[in-house]
């Protein structure tokens, strides 16, 4: 039997978390599939560290990092170095996973040698294509390229139909980020910030709060920071802890709102391993974030999303996350009613997680040997 070539190409810190179940399970198929893997390093620190938690060594880097990178930049180099790199592979099929210029530009770069391409979870939409920016774009235009969309819910399909895609490339497969939490969490994790340690998880209603987005800097954040400050003001059972993105504009708004507060930590970004631990333990998530949507209902832990739109409505459909807004009196009244309304919090905390039942790798690995062997 001939095995099939796959090249799976990643490049940043999400991506890198939600591939590596995959990595995983077709490393494992070895009478089937020769594996390669290719990142593009359009992150470096954070994606080196999800590398070594998951003892991932690519065969191929092309370290296109640099500090104040535009997205023109990072997709220029990344389809110049991923041409050698398909060329020297000559894979029968490119895997990308998400929505991020890597993801866009390693389709292309396969279309361009016409390759068969598999997206990971495929089907994401917000409506918006400026929201977020520019995630919702590379979605589309990686769709477009697709020869097997591998999507995560039925929600995602139905948008990949309405689009008109074929049905019969389109499997519903469930999300790898649910994949990986199965690795990595650890019920007695204990934090290198001995400040984290210190928390009272147990006595105290421990708010994680992560934002980051582009479309939400300025007055849209001025009011998340806002909301979660009075939050924190009014109830004195309640800390915060917010891992501060390096964005020197994001910095600079939270250092400012929430100066001199005690029951705030503003501390430095998280490797993917504390941070889900942390999670884990905390009582309520806020974030902007696209991919904590997903891991925080798994993890049983009620999301308020501080967005205008989310790609990812089947978590407020199942209502295990609320779309929140970027209002600060909207975003405050929702805090308050999870801190403080018992029936409430446990509607959320105890709804069904729709993101799939944790084999997500293994049925894209079955679906490829469905369509390809």
Request: glycine share 6%; hydrophobic share 40%; net charge negative.
């Amino acid at each position: 039997m001939n095995k099939m070539k796959v090249l799976i190409i990643f490049g940043t810190r999400p991506e890198a978390v939600k591939m590596a179940p995959i990595v995983k399970a077709l490393k494992n198929d070895e009478e089937h599939f020769v594996t390669k893997i290719c990142v593009t390093a359009q992150h470096r620190d954070m994606l080196d560290q999800v590398l070594r938690i998951f003892d991932i060594e690519p065969d191929y880097d092309l370290n296109i990092f640099q500090s104040g990178q535009t997205l023109t930049q990072i997709t220029c180099k990344s389809i110049t170095g991923l041409e050698d790199v398909i060329e020297e592979v000559k894979p029968d099929l490119v895997l990308v996973q998400g929505d991020t210029s890597t993801v866009f530009s390693g389709a292309l770069a396969a279309f361009y040698h016409q390759v068969k391409i598999g997206h990971v979870e495929a089907g994401l939409r917000s409506g918006n294509l400026y929201s977020p920016y520019p995630e919702e774009a590379n979605r589309r235009l990686t769709g477009v390229l697709t020869d097997f969309h591998f999507a995560p819910t039925e929600t995602s399909r139905s948008n990949l139909l309405r689009e008109g895609y074929d049905d019969s490339k389109i499997f519903i497969t469930g999300n790898t980020s649910i994949d990986a939490l199965k690795w990595v969490i650890d019920e007695n994790y204990r934090f290198e910030d001995e400040r984290l340690n210190r928390i009272s998880f147990e006595n105290k209603k421990v708010i994680l709060l992560t934002a980051h987005r582009r479309e939400n800097i300025g007055e849209p954040m001025e009011n998340i920071f806002s909301a979660v400050k009075e939050a924190a003001e009014k109830n004195k059972d309640v800390e915060v802890i917010y891992p501060m993105h390096l964005n020197p504009k994001v910095r600079e708004i939270a250092r400012r709102v929430f100066k001199d507060m005690e029951n705030v930590h503003l501390i430095e970004p998280l490797d993917y391993l504390p941070f889900t631990n942390l999670m884990t333990k905390c009582y309520l998530v806020v974030t902007d974030s696209g991919g904590v949507q997903e891991e925080a209902p798994s993890l049983g832990k009620p999301v308020l999303v501080v967005r205008a739109e989310t790609e990812r409505p089947e978590g407020i459909e199942a209502g295990t996350a609320k779309l929140a807004g970027t209002e600060k009196d909207v975003i405050y009244k929702e805090i308050d009613t999870l801190i403080n309304d018992e029936e409430e919090y446990r509607k959320m905390a105890n709804a069904v997680n729709p993101y799939g039942d944790g084999k997500a790798a293994e049925h894209i690995r079955e679906a490829i040997k469905s369509v390809m062997l």
